[in-house]
């Protein structure tokens, strides 16, 4: 067990902070510090571009597919000096974390060389059509229809929740594919681009007055035959090899952005005087002990090659961030009294600790709510005995 | 950066565990909890047959050279049986000599510690009277002191080493909520005590030692309230369905899991970053002893609830569990006092 890193990983930091610290005093200044998803969207897309010119856009992945073989050491580092650099979250991080690593996993030669350049590059931006508004929680509930014609995958049906489906060029969508089949058979993992008559995105503004989120519509949407991960019905497979993709390293960058809200809360208490309150304090030191949780936590996972007895452990990951920075909006309101009630401008917008206050409420909702969570905890980590459905 | 076992470190856990399952049953703790708070036949295996007394001391002083990582695996597996056991005390006052005592002092008493001939216990007193090398004081909530042979004893920035029979010193047991470790009060008047070579080196390594022990039992006792837990929850059948199939039963066990697994990280934190000299020891310390105790207790409590009426009684050892983990979380500060260590960090001294 050691916690330290090697003198060439600290190299390797520095290389990473020097590269990031550059990028963000020059050439995209304009972007540095921003937190939400969408602002300045096509910036973020060049932003996306210049990573992958410099090869830093996917450094986990395989050199021959535009990554570095990074090390898992490597992976932590570039995550925490990213966020401490102050660089704002990936358009992409879709396409990265989950759409190029699903294709990696269970993509043919072919799809590689097809989606992983351009993945890799910034010119390919993914978003993940897995809800519906009749599959939430319940995913395996999917109703948008998929059928082979002429060659070509034609889809019906509505997506909900496609985050940042706005700014981006391809969908990979789940669809049922097998006719009569319900529940987690039948499904069918399609690619598809999103910039095409049979596909409508509409944006969904969000409590915060902000529209990450949207519903995407296909009417006869297409695409090639050989759209599709894995084979026909294997959909459900696939969606479920993708999720455990989403405990990656990806969560420890994510841990920095909750650091600088935490910091944000810090000197917030310290200007208005909310430091000196005991109770405030318990609960700094409280969302300090967490967060630090947190990270060796994400490390505990990442180091441990025996699968079979951290994953149980993984699964209690994302209920605890979830829970935390839910609970670290709370804190930021008590801190900031009334004054967090008051936008700085004339427009329904934000600074970092009110929109962490409301943002944070969908972190104990997407990708799994905390009930959910709940269950797949003592499911599949204690051998609970599974709930039972209502329709099978 | 590998924050995972070694294959020594499985190792260690194994046999530790495999020792303390086999050793610490109910019924040898339960034989201790009605005589005087030991199982003195267990703790003499353990520092012979098994050769762990000294695991964190190093081998010039006999010991076994490793650090508190591999300690913390020895107090997880001792605390996940409530095993009746001297182990806080004893590593306390065996990395206090190593840390601070003179050759003289650890040549004297750490063959007998380790050999588990002297049983060693760690006292805080609020004030001191020290006249000619002689101290008055009473230090109170000495855990096992009643049958120490050793007290470490600290006052102040002071540390000294007080002999059982020393003339002037005496010791009063109390019937102690936690009856697998009992407190007594040491009352010294006047009492020859050695001083440590280095009271603040000997000191520092005590308390260390102590909130690493005390939060590595704390997450052997929350992992055995789960396990045993959820083992009861598939054998008992009510309403025709095991009780484990309720939704509201399956999310208080996840929710013991998700504080669990954050201990578990809480705890190896702490121990590795005061192995490797880390600067974010004295916070992770702070932030296991604090969360870890609290996360047992939890967990302690959810093994009553969740039992329902066989967890209330004396019969079902969820009372043991309960009661160490209500007693882990006020000795050695308490949580409030821990945090409050870490405000300190992040937003200086309060108002």
Known sequence: MKLGFSAGDEAFRAECADWLNGQMAGEFKDIKGITTLTAKAERRREWEQQLGAHRWGCIGWPAAWGGRDATLAQQVIFAEEYARAGVPGRVNHIGIELAGPTILAFGTEAQKARFLPGIAAGNTIFCQGFSEPGAGSDLASVRTKGRLEEGEWVVNGQKIWTSLAHISDWIFVVTRTGEGSRGPKGLTFLMMPLNQPGIEVRGITQINGDAEFNETFFTDARCPADSLIGNVGDGWKIAMGLLAF??????????????????????????????????????????????????????????????????????????????????????????????????????????????????????????????????????????????????? | MEFAFTEEQEMIAETVNGFFAEHATSERTRAAMAGEGIDRALWGAF?????????????????????????????????????????????????????????????????????????????????????????????????????????????????????RNAAGLSVS?????????????????????????????????????????????????????????????????????????????????????????????????????????????????????????????????NMIQLHGGIGFTWEHDAHLFFKRARALQSMLGNGNWHRERIAGMILGDAA
Request: proline content about 3%; aromatic content about 6%; some cysteine.
């Open chain 2, 173 to 301: 047991a109390h019937v102690t909520m936690d009856q697998t470790r009992p407190l007594a009060t040491l009352a010294l008047a006047g009492t020859r005590a050695q001083e440590l070579a280095d009271p603040a080196a000997a000191l520092a390594a005590a308390r260390a030692t102590g909130w690493i022990v005390a939060a590595a039992e704390a997450l052997g006792g929350a992992q055995a309230c789960l396990d045993r837990t959820v083992a009861y929850a598939r054998e008992r059948v009510q309403f025709g369905r095991p009780i484990g199939s309720f939704q509201a039963y399956k999310h208080r066990l996840a929710d013991m899991m998700i504080e669990i697994e954050q201990a578990r990280s809480a705890v190896y934190w702490a121990a590795c970053a005061l192995d490797e000299g880390s600067d974010e020891a004295p916070l992770a310390l702070h932030a296991a002893k604090s969360f870890a105790a609290d996360t047992f207790f939890m967990c302690a409590g």
């Open chain 1, 246 to 392: 989403e405990r990656g390293v990806s969560t420890l960058g994510q841990q920095m952005g909750f650091r600088n809200e935490l910091d944000g809360i810090i000197a917030a208490a310290r200007a208005n005087g909310a430091a000196g309150d005991p109770l405030i304090r318990q609960r700094i030191a409280r969302a300090e002990i967490g967060l630090r949780l947190m990270r060796y936590g994400a490390l505990r996972m990442l180091s441990n090659t025996d699968h079979a007895r951290i994953d149980g452990a993984a699964l209690t990951y994302k209920i605890q961030w979830a829970s935390w920075r839910r609970n670290l909006g709370e804190l930021a309101m008590d801190v900031l009294g009334q004054a967090g009630e008051v936008a700085e401008g004339a427009a329904y917008e934000w600074g970092m600790l009110p929109n962490l206050f409301l943002y944070s409420r969908a972190d104990t909702i997407y990708g799994g709510t905390n009930q959910i969570q709940r269950n797949l905890i003592a499911e599949r980590g204690l051998g609970m005995p599974r709930e039972p459905r209502g329709d099978l």
């Open chain 2, 47 to 163: 520092c012979t047959e098994l050769g762990m007394a000294g695991v964190a001391v190093p081998e010039a002083l006999g010991g076994a050279g490793l650090g508190l990582v591999e300690l913390a695996i020895v107090a997880q597996a001792a605390g996940g049986q409530v095993a009746a056991v001297p182990l806080l005390g004893h590593a306390m006052v065996a990395r206090a000599l190593a840390a601070g005592g003179s050759a003289q002092q650890q040549a004297q008493w750490l063959p007998q510690l380790l050999s588990g001939a002297a049983i060693a216990a760690f006292a805080q007193a609020e004030t001191v009277t020290e006249a000619g090398g002689a101290l008055s004081l009473v230090a109170d909530f000495v855990a096992h002191g009643a049958l120490a042979d050793l007290f470490l004893v600290a006052a102040g920035k002071g540390a000294w080493l007080v002999e």
